[in-house]
């Protein structure tokens, strides 16, 4: 089994900024890809930015330029960040940490980042 953390929501004011976590442990596989998604009320769930075990990170085009996902460079790399700069109130939603691997598809439970205008 998987269990993903995640940590570092909350509320920011527009132009602000905030820093998620997600820490992953148990049965990690190499070559796994992690990512953040996030779903605002009445709307589907949607990437925002992946990462993989090594390669390129890529991004939704909403935050492209102010987002940037990146992966702890120690040995096991099963901890992801999501730096948050220049809110808006459209990035208003619950994010949700998620790790992809052969053995399944994982997901934390969300944290909560409100921005207001």
């Known amino acids: 089994q998987v269990q993903l953390v995640e940590s570092g929501g909350g509320l920011a004011q527009a132009g602000g900024f905030l820093r998620l976590s997600c820490a992953a442990s148990?049965?990690?596989?190499?070559?796994?890809?992690m990512a953040w998604y996030r779903q605002s009320p009445g709307k589907q769930r949607e990437l925002v930015a992946r990462i993989p075990y090594m390669g390129t990170a890529t991004y939704a085009t909403s935050v492209r330029g102010r987002f940037t996902i990146s992966r702890d460079n120690g040995n096991s790399r099963n901890t992801i960040y999501l730096q948050m700069n220049n809110l808006i109130p459209e990035d208003t939603a619950v994010y949700y940490c998620?790790?992809?691997?052969?053995?399944?598809?994982?997901w934390g439970q969300g944290t909560q980042v409100t921005v207001s205008s």
């Open positions: 998620h790790l992809a691997q052969d053995m399944g598809n994982y």
């Open positions: 148990g049965a990690i596989l190499g070559g796994n890809v």
